[in-house]
């Protein structure tokens, strides 16, 4: 079965470069969640969007940006990295918003690590 | 602050034996509750999940038992192996979708 995709798996950056982060969902899942896991921590929401809208916003800098595209894959843009951002970034995706459809399962990618020199 | 809280931080069991691992929260608008397993440099896969209108659902090897007055939930395995060695994360999640995950217990299942 297809899995959610993710681009690049690995990237390297010096501070203050910019990053994206691509995710490509299971097709036919309309949602898409982003988290951040840090070394030995639980992974933190970020941002999700549903229908190519932003749906909810959690602890996301303002040095990132994400949209979600007419083909449902979303893009994590990052600026003026900073050494803290490395961290592994994993996309998530599900069919149907939660709320009234209810909650659906979020099946996650293989994640992006982002390291910053 | 953690929104929901998971313990212990790890754990060592021999092969065949019944690991628990808890998780606690506050927030009573959560009303979905995932256990995820994560081995390193993976993503994390989705192992089992309740709504806290069952107090107990069973799949496979893995339970988990829900206590909606206590808000707490746990995870058994049963019968576990070295191959369940990994990181299980407790989860919550309300009507937004987005998931708050607990702290993750460590998990070594010894031959």
């Known amino acids: 079965a297809a899995g959610v995709i993710q681009s690049p798996r690995h990237l390297i950056k010096e501070k203050r470069e910019t990053a994206t982060l691509k995710c490509y969902p299971i097709?036919?899942?309309?949602?898409v969640y982003w988290y951040q896991q840090g070394p030995g921590q639980d992974p933190q929401f970020l941002i999700s969007f549903y229908e190519k809208m932003q749906s909810d916003k959690g602890s996301i800098p303002d040095r990132f940006s994400a949209q979600q595209f007419s083909d449902y894959h979303s893009e994590l843009n990052m600026s003026s990295l900073e050494l803290g951002d490395s961290a592994l970034y994993f996309c998530?995706?599900?069919?149907?918003?939660?709320?009234?459809?209810?909650?659906?399962?979020?099946?996650f990618g293989p994640g992006t690590r982002l390291l910053v020199l | 602050q953690q929104q929901v809280k998971q313990s212990p931080q790890s754990l060592i069991v021999q092969k065949g034996g019944i690991p628990i691992i808890n998780c606690a929260y506050e927030n009573t608008a959560f009303d979905y509750f995932p256990w995820y397993q994560q081995f390193p440099g993976k993503g994390p896969a989705l192992l089992i999940a309740i709504r806290p209108d069952v107090s107990e659902k069973k799949e496979g090897r893995f339970t988990i038992s829900f206590n909606k007055s206590a808000k707490q939930f746990s995870l058994h395995i049963m019968d576990s192996q070295p191959g369940d060695s990994a990181t299980y994360f407790c989860?919550?999640?309300?009507?937004?979708?987005?998931?708050?995950f607990g702290q993750g217990t460590t998990l070594q299942v010894k031959p």
């Open positions: 097709p036919r899942h309309d949602t």
């Open positions: 989860a919550a999640s309300s009507n937004t979708g987005k998931l708050i």
């Open positions: 998530a995706s599900s069919s149907g918003l939660a709320g009234g459809l209810g909650i659906e399962t979020q099946y």
